[in-house]
């Protein structure tokens, strides 16, 4: 379950009595602890993998936010505190991660011109509403401040894409659009074409280009559009399933499935959570198939030391069993294509 149905039966357990409330936690707990399989093809990998990525955003995931209002550049300062915290987590254990970063974030700086538009060069997002997002009015980078970062460090991120590349985990940089807007109907070809184009150039200067991709909101559209700009994976669901391993689409791109949102269950407890994280890796194990679970590196302070680094050790002790690999979403797609 994702998307709209999980945003209604999320709002239709909070309206529940109490103890109806309690009981339908639980029986959601039941249900999302038996992972769901999909093998679709005879080849399977040497052994269970996980994958791990992280939509890596600052302020930007949030201004139109209506699920819950979410404030943006708090979230996005937190974010960056966390992220070196991150980085040194991931050294601890030698874990990679897919780090699908916000092209703007690439960025020390940006200006408007002298109409006061921001990115003019940039064709606009028309307004949409959708379970996550309400753009009713106004112009799509209105809340971009075009300043630097050292004015406005939740809207830029070099130094931190930095930390990242320099550290001795070899860590894949993924593409999370440039401005964040969801790819889904409401977004023309044009718009979809131009996010991949400015984060090819936003990105140039690091050495990197934009080969994976994660949709933001997870709302996914624009393939053609994506793959005739160079992207070759996409975090998609195409089976919804919680282990599988990627699927080759009929346009080329690879979609790589995601397994879980590590924030899947905040009404449970973290024993709970942490148990159905652990089941995961156990099937993985046994079908040798993947698990890839995604998260926001503004997490809850506790989710990061109570839920996050006790799943990674996990996986580094069970990696250290040689029962385990630890993958990018580009490993994982090369492990396939090897199959």
């Known amino acids: 379950m994702k998307g709209p149905a999980q945003s209604l039966a999320k709002r239709t357990l909070r309206a529940l009595p109490t103890p109806a409330r309690r009981l ?6 039941l249900i999302a602890t038996r992972p769901r399989v999909h093998r679709d093809r005879q080849a399977t990998l040497t052994r269970g993998a996980v994958v791990l990525s992280l939509d890596f955003e600052l302020a930007w995931a949030w201004p139109y936010a ?45 200006h408007r011109d002298s109409a006061g538009c921001a990115h003019p060069d940039l064709p606009r997002i028309p307004h949409f509403e959708n379970h996550l997002w309400r753009f009713s009015s106004g112009d799509w980078f209105q809340h971009d401040p075009c300043t630097d970062l050292r004015r406005d460090p939740a809207w830029y991120g070099p130094d931190l894409i930095e ?10 940089i ?47 559209g624009n393939y053609q559009a994506l793959r005739d700009a160079g992207v070759r994976i996409v975090r998609s669901y195409p089976h919804r399933a919680h282990l599988a391993l990627p699927l080759q689409r009929p346009d080329g ?8 949102g590590l924030s899947r269950g905040e009404e449970w407890s973290i024993a709970q959570r942490f148990h159905r994280l652990k089941v995961f890796l156990e099937k993985a194990m046994a079908t040798r198939l993947a698990i890839h679970v995604w998260l926001h590196p503004s997490l809850k302070r506790e989710d990061f030391d109570q ?11 069970l990696r ?11 490993g994982l797609v090369a492990a396939v294509s090897r199959t």
């Open 66 to 110: 209506i699920s819950p209002p979410v404030d943006a550049v708090a979230t996005g300062l937190r974010e960056r505190a966390q992220v070196p915290l991150l980085v040194k987590t991931f050294e601890e254990f030698n874990i990679p991660a897919t780090w699908a970063t916000v092209g703007h974030l690439f960025l020390e700086r940006c």
């Open 24 to 29: 339908g936690r639980y029986l959601d707990y």
């Open 253 to 260: 791109l690879w979609a790589v499935h995601a397994s879980t």
């Open 163 to 172: 930390q990242i590349l320099a550290s001795s985990v070899h860590h894949e």
């Open 174 to 220: 993924g593409c999370h659009s440039f401005s964040h807007p969801g790819l889904g109907v409401y977004c023309p070809r044009d718009v979809a074409r131009a996010e991949v184009e400015a984060c090819r150039e936003a990105m140039r200067p690091f050495g990197l280009e934009p080969r994976t991709w994660v949709f933001p909101g997870n709302d996914e």
């Open 307 to 317: 839920l996050l680094v006790p799943f990674l050790r996990t996986c580094a002790e």
């Open 320 to 330: 250290e069993q040689g029962r385990l690999d630890i993958l990018t979403m580009e």
